[in-house]
């Protein structure tokens, strides 16, 4: 398909921040993305010329925020509400090779609902990570830099080299990626094995360095991973944010054509147009 | 009908700034034999089911599945 026919459905709920920019990104690189709150998806308290079918959709996204207010835990209730209600139209857009993609909350709503790491199964009942509190017990706001570490296996990252470092600013305070303490080492070599990692964060000279350029004291430096399939992706920066050029921390001195985060979404696109 | 208590606690060696914080605050106000605070969360739930060991099943997948992050969390479910 074209990429102009590319439906995205970019998912909000109250609290969700991010989605502006996100559907901005998807449309300046030619594709037709919705900003669709939850309801519009269930049928709830929605005229019937607003309700939305998920399987409409060749792309879904779960932008960035605190939605729910982050009770709970960061993206617990978004979570459930999708679990309860939509589990199977969910299964079924992952298991066609459709792809979802989580920034910031996203991420954390995605390692919740059970689909990332999504080791074993499209969704486990439970979850089996963890983002939880930064190392620095705080919000941490600044920019980052990552280093693509995925051999080819995530379809959002198929646009940049391996080792190719990006910048994309991170803004959380629970991002610090955790397996069970008692299976760390086993669950993260088959993470590596798997190529499900994707992105690390680095220092300047591309070095695996601690905090600040790490900023959440993430397991194995993480910042983001892929289910083993490769078409569920999470991470905690925002790409959306360095989109463009001038979006880039040292845009006054560089000024690149175009942000290092376009990588993610021409990437997505051009793997939903070859396949479907 | 019973009324359960179900606490939350995070994980030995998991990072807790809420009760970190907690202990600077009450250093801060003179609390000086204060030498350690955990946060954890106390959820009352009202559960229509007599039988207390079938409650207890039902409030351990509520803590599964919503509640608590198995990775992160312990709890604790008591009932009145």
């Known amino acids: 398909m074209k990429v102009e026919e590319v439906k995205v459905c970019i998912l909000i709920i109250e609290g969700t921040n991010c989605e502006e920019e996100t559907s901005q990104a998807f449309r300046r690189s030619g594709a037709s993305p919705e900003i669709v709150h939850l309801k519009q998806l269930l049928g709830q308290d929605t005229r019937p010329e607003e309700t939305r079918k998920l399987g409409d959709y060749q792309i879904l996204v779960i932008p ?56 074993q199964s499209t969704m486990s009942r ?35 080299e391996r080792g190719q470092i990006i910048q994309a600013p991170t803004a959380h305070a629970e991002g610090k990626f955790m397996l069970p303490k008692h299976r760390e080492k086993e669950l993260l070599d088959t993470l590596k094995d798997n190529d499900q990692i994707v992105f690390r964060y680095v220092d300047a000279e591309g070095q695996i360095a601690g905090y600040p350029w790490n900023p959440n004291g993430s397991l194995f430096s993480i910042a983001g991973i892929c289910n083993s399939e490769g078409n569920v992706f999470g991470m905690m920066p925002h790409p959306e944010r ?8 040292d845009w006054t001195r560089n000024v690149p054509d175009n942000g290092d985060g376009k990588a993610v979404f021409e990437s997505v696109l051009d793997y939903v147009a070859k396949k479907f | 009908m019973v009324k359960a208590f179900v606490e939350i606690h995070l994980k030995k060696g998991v990072a807790d700034p809420e ?34 060991a079938k409650a207890k099943g039902i409030l351990e997948e509520m803590c599964n599945r919503l509640l608590a992050n198995p990775v992160i969390h312990d709890y604790q479910i008591r009932f009145e």
């Open chain 2, 19 to 52: 009760g970190s914080n907690t202990l600077k605050a009450l250093k801060l106000l003179g609390f000086e034999n204060a030498t350690d605070v955990k946060s954890a969360k106390l959820f009352e739930i009202d559960l229509e089911e007599e039988d207390k």
């Open chain 1, 64 to 119: 960035g925020g605190f939605s729910s207010g982050d009770y709970v835990r960061a993206g617990a209730i978004l979570a459930a509400r999708i679990k309860s209600r939509m589990e199977g139209a969910l299964v079924e857009f992952i298991e066609e090779g459709k792809p979802v993609l989580g920034i910031c909350n996203g991420f954390q709503i995605l390692v919740e609902l059970g689909v990332l790491p999504g080791i």
């Open chain 1, 126 to 160: 439970y979850p089996t990570a963890s983002l939880g509190w930064n190392d620095s017990g705080r919000f941490e706001c600044r920019p980052t830099l990552l280093e693509n570490w995925n051999k080819g296996k995530c379809i959002f990252t198929s646009m940049l």
């Open chain 1, 242 to 249: 360095t989109y463009f050029g001038f979006q880039q921390a």
